[in-house]
């Protein structure tokens, strides 16, 4: 079998934000910085890193934001330019590196995630690809590899569709896509086979504990199962129904990852990332903890 590289990646940044109000009233809920950065620059840096170049966002209204994000701020380097600020030229300029393409294709109607990424079919054509939910904020083990280079590495062996998973409490079962999985194989020691996937079941007939976090690397034949497939959850066309779909015609993994994930969707967990990211960031974090330690928490 000849083996497929992964080469592009997905970023559904559609949604409304509406649990971000009135923060996400005129900008894009992706476009919230964590210490420095807006979510949606970790998404592209995690897929960077995984060997992807090729960038495609699905937008929507009100997102044009992220596309300036992604191009040249020309007025911005010349004033730096000028002003010989190199350091942060450079910084600006990492935002978006030459050898890095970015495409942007309008999601004309909010008709979920499954829908978002059919959008992109056309910029995929038959190769796999990679989903990231900007939202969800994953951090690699420090030093270690990032989530999706993590299962980038496993595609390489496996070639076909791979979930990341993580356990989640009982009670949140509603919150994520839901798995149940065969044990790992000698063949694929880190990777168990998707048996069943449910979106947001209810707590009582969760087939597992397992929840999918926002990382998807998917083959082409999902777009098929997509299309085919008609509401599910919340009136919307739903991956994770694609996916089931998928199943029935081609294996799909469920991969546990190393690191941590931030649901940046929630105002606590946007927190969260804020205050431990703050803590690692190499200019602010000594001070920061310092800061940290001298509050008084009761
Ligand atoms: C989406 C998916 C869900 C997945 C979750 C991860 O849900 O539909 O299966 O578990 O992302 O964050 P959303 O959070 O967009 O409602």
Redesign the pocket.
């Known amino acids: 079998m000849q083996k497929v590289t992964l080469k592009k990646a997905v970023f559904p940044v559609a949604?409304l934000g509406t649990r971000f109000l009135p923060a996400t009233k005129a900008s894009p809920k992706e476009m919230l910085p964590v210490v420095d950065k807006p979510l949606i620059q970790y998404a592209v840096e995690e897929a960077y890193s995984a060997g992807i170049r090729h960038m495609i966002f699905v937008t929507g209204r009100n997102k044009r934001a992220i596309e300036d994000h992604f191009d040249t701020a020309y007025e911005l380097e010349s004033e730096l330019e000028k002003a010989e600020k190199h350091a942060l030229l450079s910084v600006l300029r990492s935002v978006q590196p030459d050898d890095m393409h970015c495409a942007f294709v309008r999601q004309p109607r909010s008709l979920g995630?499954g829908h978002a990424v059919l959008c992109a079919e056309h910029l995929i054509g038959n190769e796999p690809f990679a989903v990231l939910?900007a939202?969800?904020l994953m951090m690699g083990p420090v030093g270690g590899l990032s989530v999706l280079a993590q299962m980038a590495a496993q595609f390489e062996q496996v070639q076909q569709s791979i979930v990341a998973v993580q356990e989640v409490p009982a009670a949140h079962t509603r919150?994520?896509?839901i798995v149940a999985v065969d044990a790992a194989t000698d063949a694929y020691p880190a990777l168990m086979k998707v048996q069943k996937i449910v979106?947001?079941p209810a707590p009582d007939v969760a087939p597992s504990r397992m929840?999918?976090?926002?990382r998807y690397i998917l083959t082409p034949a999902i777009f098929e199962h997509i299309r085919n497939q008609s509401s599910g959850v919340g009136g919307e066309i739903?991956?994770?129904d694609g996916i089931a779909g998928l199943m029935r015609q081609e294996n799909v993994y469920a991969f546990q990852y190393q690191g941590k994930r931030y649901?940046c969707?929630s105002k606590e967990g946007f927190l969260e990332a804020t205050v431990e990211l703050a803590l690692q960031h190499p200019e602010i974090g000594d001070h920061f903890r310092a800061y940290l330690k001298s509050i008084k928490l009761d």
Do not use: C, N, W
Request: glycine share 26%.
């Open positions: 949604g995630l939910l939202d969800d919150r994520y896509g979106e947001k929840g999918v976090a926002g739903q991956l994770t649901d969707g």
